[in-house]
């Protein structure tokens, strides 16, 4: 079920990963907000999470520097708007795995869609 509304990272078939941070990306059938919904969700059953990656063009360098402004490249930060990080550690045990499974998918149904124009 998670996988009709929740990216996970793509399987590199040609090189070994190097973790250091789990992000997924809700599809783009869910509405703006919803992403920050479902962190608020999983915070309040104690599950870390966070919003990963801010737009590079919406950082204060590029920002000042460069004058980028939101809108500029509306899919990059469409895409961010969507994303987030979720626990990973080396001694994650397959249970707390299956907890943070489990409290997204209990909160999918109930998070906002796009509505069709």
Same mark, same amino acid.
């Given at each position: 079920?998670?996988?009709?509304?929740?990216?996970?990272?793509?399987?590199?078939?040609?090189? #070994?990963?190097?973790?250091?941070?789990?992000?997924?990306?809700?599809?783009?059938?869910?509405?703006? $907000?919803?992403?920050?919904? %479902?962190? #608020?969700?999983?915070?309040? #059953?104690?599950?870390?999470?966070?919003?990963?990656?801010?737009?590079?063009? %919406?950082?204060?360098?590029?920002? +000042?520097?460069?004058?980028?402004?939101?809108?500029?490249?509306?899919?990059?930060?469409?895409?961010?708007?969507?994303?987030?990080? %979720?626990?990973?550690? $080396?001694?994650?045990?397959?249970? #707390?795995? +299956?907890?943070?499974? +489990?409290?997204?998918?209990?909160?999918?149904?109930? %998070?906002?869609?796009?509505?069709?124009?």
């Amino acid at each position: 079920p998670l996988a009709n509304d929740v990216a996970r990272p793509p399987e590199p078939t040609d090189a #070994e990963r190097s973790w250091f941070v789990y992000v997924v990306r809700l599809h783009d059938h869910f509405a703006d $907000g919803a992403r920050d919904q %479902l962190m #608020e969700h999983l915070q309040s #059953e104690g599950i870390g999470c966070a919003p990963y990656f801010p737009p590079i063009h %919406l950082q204060p360098y590029y920002r +000042d520097r460069f004058g980028f402004a939101p809108g500029d490249f509306p899919v990059c930060e469409r895409v961010s708007a969507r994303t987030l990080a %979720l626990p990973f550690y $080396g001694s994650m045990t397959r249970a #707390e795995v +299956d907890r943070v499974a +489990d409290a997204i998918a209990q909160t999918l149904p109930d %998070l906002p869609r796009q509505t069709k124009a």
